[in-house]
């Protein structure tokens, strides 16, 4: 499936690329256990998609991708840190894997939702769905959907 028109995946990279995002996903992933994929997703559906995702929906649309990221993603991941500052070259062979295992997640999230980007999306439902993801809430969640809202 890589290869084929992603909006989602569109999506995540422009928002990657906006200043203090990358830090707060990756503190929400570390700190919280958060999914970087699934809280971009959760951003994606509300903003883009106008879609305020159940729980439930969540669940199903996370249990396409579990296996995945469980077997793949999070190993690679595991790899690359370990050879970071060690083995440069070995660093960034792993850094592009887990990029590309990443988007073949996206693809997977994105077939498995059906979502389409139209009208009416919005910041508070992105900021909603994504607090599905951090139960209890979180400050770096909290600021996240502000920069989301442009704030």
Not at 33 to 52: I, Q, S
Not at 60 to 73: K, L, P, Q, Y
Not at 95 to 117: I, N, S, T, Y
Request: include cysteine; glycine fraction near 10%.
């Amino acid at each position: 499936m890589s290869g084929t028109v992603n909006p989602f995946w569109d999506f995540s990279l422009a928002v990657y690329g906006r200043p203090g995002v990358p830090a707060l996903c990756l503190f929400l992933q570390d700190r919280r256990g958060v999914d970087v994929n699934m809280l971009l997703f959760a951003a994606w559906a509300g903003l883009e998609c106008g879609v305020r995702l159940s729980e439930a929906e969540l669940a199903r649309i996370d249990s396409a991708i579990s296996g995945w990221r469980e077997e793949v993603v999070r190993p690679l991941r595991a790899l690359r840190r370990r050879a970071k500052g060690e083995d440069d070259g070995f660093y960034r062979r792993m850094k592009a894997a887990e990029l590309e295992a990443e988007r073949v997640q996206q693809d997977r999230l994105f077939a498995a939702a059906g979502f389409m980007p139209r009208p009416g999306g919005s910041a508070e439902s992105a900021a909603r769905n994504m607090a599905l993801l951090v139960p209890g809430g979180d400050p770096a969640l909290d600021e996240l959907a502000g920069v989301l809202a442009g704030r």
